[in-house]
């Protein structure tokens, strides 16, 4: 009967704490969901600026590799002409 009782306690302090903080938790859920959204948002906005910089880096790479092929042309005709 004791332990029931002593349960009985446990369960109501409980509930009477829920009650007492409820509106705090309810808050942070908002303050934690508004930054979570937040995040997800700076997170796609980083997704699509790495994409156009990855697809400028391929443009720049294939830009030095022609470069680096002219140079190597010139530098036989160079050295064929002599």
Do not use: C, F
Request: charged share 30%.
């Amino acid at each position: 009967m004791k332990g029931r009782t002593i349960k009985i306690a446990t369960r109501h302090e409980g509930k009477q704490l829920d009650t007492l903080h409820a509106p705090d938790l309810t808050t942070r859920i908002e303050e934690l969901t508004h930054h979570n959204h937040q995040l997800a948002d700076q997170l796609q906005h980083a997704t699509e600026e790495n994409a156009v910089l990855r697809g400028h880096t391929a443009s720049l790479e294939e830009d030095l590799a022609a470069a680096r092929t002219g140079l190597r042309r010139m530098m036989r005709a160079e050295n064929t002409t002599r």
